[in-house]
Nanobody, 124 residues
Framework: QVQLVESGGGLVQAGGSLRLSCAAS????????IGWFRQAPGKEREFVST????????YSPASLKGRFAISRDNAKNTVYLQMNSLKPEDTAVYYC?????????????????WGQGTQVTVSS
């Protein structure tokens, strides 16, 4: 079992920054890949970024790489998503998720544990 708790969402103006946190716990999370997804109203849940907890290997879509960055703090058992130059279209609920196999992937169904989500709203 892996437990995930997101925090750090909020309201920010376009061009601003936010850092989301995902605190992980449980017996197997250290073997996992921890990913971030987002879901805007009326849209499919979309992959944002992922990191393998052990190796630090990351994967992000090219469309977000220049603005979003994922990292981890082993001592705090926390994965971060730094989001810069935010746009109104980044408005969504952001979820962190764990793939207990450790696979670095954008395939949503590979992730077997999910947090409750944190709202990010970017005003224009």
């Amino acid at each position: 079992q892996v437990q995930l708790v997101e925090s750090g969402g909020g309201l920010v103006q376009a061009g601003g920054s936010l850092r989301l946190s995902c605190a992980a716990s449980g017996r197997t999370f250290s073997n996992s890949a921890i990913g971030w997804f987002r879901q805007a109203p009326g849209k499919e849940r979309e992959f944002v970024s992922t990191i393998n907890w052990s190796t630090g290997k990351t994967y992000s879509p090219a469309s977000l790489k220049g603005r979003f960055a994922i990292s981890r703090d082993n001592a705090k058992n926390t994965v971060y998503l730094q989001m810069n130059s935010l746009k109104p279209e980044d408005t969504a609920v952001y979820y962190c998720a764990a793939d207990s196999s450790g696979l670095v992937t954008d395939i949503r169904t590979r992730y077997d544990y999910w947090g409750q989500g944190t709202q990010v709203t970017v005003s224009s």
